[in-house]
């Protein structure tokens, strides 16, 4: 089965730093982008950011509003990508998922986790 | 503020047909695919509609997808209680170097 689970998730004071895992199962994990997609509490999605694989270097995008703060990373000998959140704010309070781009729909996210929420408070 | 523009909300009866609209601009749906995902209560979002107007296996073909210029269309047809839920648009923005997606509507079968 084609999976991804995320992890890693909690509550963390603003200002601090929390690192999220998510792991991949069921496909041939090296071949493919991976992106983070978050949504607050009763909100909307909002794109986090994405890691490519090894033959577009692991080059990374992020939306503007985390930019400087987060860094997603892979390990592709472990099927897994982390997003590393620091300088945290109320703000980034989210249910995070990690999403499988797919290039042969155009990168649509085809795979979705089941998320691992995030709350910044004091 | 969404890049994409969605209704807040629609609604239908049972049997009856909607469509879900997503305004957006030339840097995003003017340039590039739109896709349609949905977001069933507590679940995560699932792939709906890729490049405009495909559907991923096993989505019925209740569920279309349309664009023209820089708005898409999501329609659904025959609709049943169980298709309840939030209804999103997403795209690449040229722009913003960003995936970007529309605030999200909220379907309500009456």
């Known amino acids: 089965e084609v999976q991804l689970v995320e992890s890693g998730g909690g509550l963390v004071q603003p200002g601090g730093s929390l690192r999220l895992s998510c792991a991949a199962s069921?496909?041939?994990?090296?071949?493919?982008?991976i992106d983070w997609v978050r949504q607050a509490p009763g909100k909307g999605l909002e794109w986090v950011g994405r890691?490519?694989?090894?033959?577009?270097?692991?080059?990374?995008d992020y939306a503007a509003s985390v930019k400087g703060r987060f860094t997603v990373s892979r390990d592709d000998s472990k099927n897994s990508v982390y997003l590393q959140m620091n300088s945290l704010k109320t703000e980034d309070t989210a249910v995070y998922y990690c999403?499988?781009?797919?290039?042969?729909?155009?990168?649509?996210?085809?795979?979705w986790g089941q998320g691992t929420m995030v709350t910044v408070s004091s | 503020q969404s890049v994409l523009t969605q209704p807040p909300s629609v609604s239908a009866a049972p049997g009856q047909k909607v469509t879900i609209s997503c305004s957006g601009g030339?840097?995003?749906?003017?340039?590039?695919?739109v896709f349609w995902y949905q977001q069933l209560p507590g679940t995560a979002p699932k792939l709906l509609i890729y490049?405009?107007?495909k559907r991923p296996s096993g989505i019925p073909d209740r569920f279309s997808g349309s664009k023209s210029g820089t708005s898409a269309t999501l329609g659904i047809t025959g609709l049943q209680t169980g298709d309840e839920a939030d209804y999103y648009c997403?795209?690449?923005?040229?722009?913003?170097?960003?995936?970007?997606f529309g605030g999200g509507t909220k379907l309500t079968v009456l």
């Open positions: 997403e795209a690449w923005d040229s722009s913003l170097s960003a995936r970007v």
């Open positions: 030339s840097s995003n749906i003017g340039n590039d695919y």
């Open positions: 069921g496909f041939t994990f090296s071949d493919h982008y």
């Open positions: 999403v499988r781009p797919t290039v042969t729909m155009s990168f649509a996210f085809d795979i």
């Open positions: 890691i490519r694989n090894r033959a577009n270097s692991y080059t990374t």
């Open positions: 490049e405009n107007n």
